[in-house]
């Protein structure tokens, strides 16, 4: 029987002693992940509480204990490759990783490259403001005004979705998601809509600074899960992972150790 993973202990050691930059490689299905005995997972490291890359170059988060457990479970070693949301698709395409993971969006595009797991959570996209703001951008239409500076990073979900809502606010470009939330700390810009997990993790980072807008509910709804090659056996075998640990709620309470800031941060 397979041993409970020591999640704690998980995340007290997900900084990653190694992390390659894969080159550009065949696809590759379970049965040749398990005959190199490497596992490649792309992560973007820019999204909190799912993965977040340091000044060192380490990557830490939920789904870096959820990759190596993963790998373990495969019986290979884990390879974390490097990618952005802007470059997420082209790096699946160009098959640079075998599946991506750290906070990846269900979207119909998506699926039709690759195959998803079963869903890891439920999510939506909420504004989150500075504080003294929080009771006045409450909706799109509110949000969408010429007045208003909407900051995005570049080439996800959070940058479709502003284009396709906001004609009339002015839709800013910020190119790292790792220090975007400071434009709205120095009041560079006025909102980003971003998916409800990452809001109430920069809510607690910036506490007294910035703050989820009080919204009834979120503006839309997606599912988040692990995107792969188009391989049943591997998606079989993904699932077969992800299922008991989704069940038990082992995957919520690493999700919540993740976005828990240290003591005295």
Not at 33 to 40: E, H, M
Not at 137 to 148: C, F, G, L, M, N
Not at 165 to 184: K, M, W, Y
Not at 195 to 221: K, M, N, W
Request: aromatic share 6%; hydrophobic share 40%; with cysteine.
């Amino acid at each position: 029987m397979k041993r409970s993973p020591d999640w704690a202990g998980v995340l007290a050691g997900s900084a990653l002693t190694l992390i390659l930059l894969a080159a550009p490689s065949a696809a590759r299905p379970l049965a040749v992940i398990k005959s190199d005995g490497a596992l490649k997972v792309g992560m973007t490291g820019d999204y909190p509480p799912f993965s977040l890359r340091g000044p060192d170059g380490q990557f830490a988060g939920a789904d870096i204990a959820m990759a190596k457990d993963l790998a373990e479970a495969l019986g290979v070693a884990l390879v974390i490759v490097p990618t952005t949301w802007k470059t997420l698709q082209a790096d699946m395409q160009a098959d640079r990783y075998d599946i991506a993971m750290g906070g990846v969006s269900v979207t119909p595009d998506r699926s039709m490259m690759g195959d998803f797991s079963i869903p890891v959570m439920r999510d939506g996209k909420r504004p989150i403001v500075r504080c003294s703001d929080k009771d006045r951008y409450t909706s799109i239409a509110v949000i969408d005004r010429a007045t208003v500076r909407v900051v995005v990073n570049p080439g996800g979900t959070n940058e479709r979705f502003a284009r396709t809502n906001f004609s009339n606010a002015t839709i800013e470009v910020h190119p790292d998601n790792r220090t975007i939330f400071d434009e709205l700390a120095a009041n560079h810009a006025d909102v980003m809509v971003t998916d409800g997990a990452e809001v109430d993790y920069q809510a607690r980072r910036h506490p007294g600074i910035l703050c989820s807008a009080t919204v009834s509910q979120p503006f839309d709804r997606s599912d988040k899960a692990y995107w792969m090659t188009r391989d049943p056996a591997l998606r079989e075998a993904v699932n077969a992972w992800l299922t008991p640990i989704l069940q038990s709620g082992r995957y919520g309470n690493v999700l919540e150790a993740a976005a828990t800031p240290p003591s005295g941060d």
